[in-house]
């Protein structure tokens, strides 16, 4: 699942909060005042979590013989 960073906009507060999918486009009250005035920010988790397990196997995309 991933985790996502919020940022209130009435008290500025900044809190993390993992999400299921499903709660994605929903933006949860800050745990600091209680506003649901918050916005959602690019996890810094997410970005570091790319592929770092690269297995370089078989290429499928050579070739391309169809018309
Ligand atoms: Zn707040």
Redesign the pocket.
């Known amino acids: 699942m991933p985790l996502y960073e919020y940022q209130?906009?009435?008290?500025?507060?900044s809190f993390e909060k993992i999400v299921r999918f499903s709660e994605a486009e929903q933006l949860p009250?800050?745990?600091?005042?209680?506003?649901t005035?918050?916005r959602k920010k690019i996890s810094a988790a997410a970005a570091l979590g790319g592929s770092s397990s690269g297995s370089t196997g078989g290429g499928c995309g050579s070739g391309g013989g169809f018309t």
């Open positions: 209130c906009k009435n008290c500025n507060e009250p800050c745990p600091n005042c209680g506003s005035d918050t």
